[in-house]
């Protein structure tokens, strides 16, 4: 843990959240403008509704949002919450990987795979799609990332699965739930889990290796659970409640991410 700093460990800490917070910066601007098809490159951040330009200082990560009390500067217009949660969740997670991880292969991949897990929550949460222009180039970049930490990065103590158990886990993620939606809508008529959601666990089986796909199932299926009973007592909706189920599958990936080797202790005690 924290290996391989050039400087102090509370300097490269700050550095790794604001860095984060940058990056959940862009995810935002990929949350706010993909399910449109916009460009995430132009035009520059506009609000939306009176299309005033943000201004640089307008736009500095969390702060800005405290500054303006979450309102446009032009229009005093509500800025979601969204901003914010968004920028401190990747500021969090990338200063919880690199307390983990290190400087390493492991913290690199996780980074990306943290980052489309939080987009694909999010877009999810707004507009109940899990985007293929996310999920089917991750599930390549799961694989691919897996070959370069096989040849390259072999003697590191990694996360990143090697590329069969990536392989097994892309078919195994997508093959299961592909298997399941299909008995589900026979016997039911309904469609159960959507195409996205199968997509986005083979993406996960391809960054984690298929030991993962199992648990994050089961986590997923439990929080899921909880939650959609939860909300069915407190709105007094029924059964058909229809919870977007990405947030949880990435919910279970990244526990999964963070305590592989304790969860695998408990399931593959063999190895
Ligand atoms: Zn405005």
Redesign the pocket.
Known sequence: MMNSLPFSPFLGLAIVFIFGALVGSFLNVCIGRIPDGESIVTPPSH??????PIAFYDNVPLLSFIFLRGR??????RISPRYFIVELLMAFFAVALFYWFGLSFSFSVSFVFVAALIVISFIDLDVRIVPDVISLPGIVLGLVFSAVGYFFFRNELSIVPSPLSSLIGILAGGGFLLATAWVYEKFTGVEGMGGGDIKLLAMIGAFLGWPAIPVTLFIASLLGSVVGITCMVLTGAGRRLALPFAPFLCSGALAYLFFANEIIELYLPSR
Do not use: H, L, V, W
């Not at 609000?47 to 005033?52: D, H, L, M």
């Not at 446009?72 to 217009?77: D, M």
């Open positions: 609000c939306p509704k009176c299309k005033a446009c500067r032009a229009c005093s217009e």
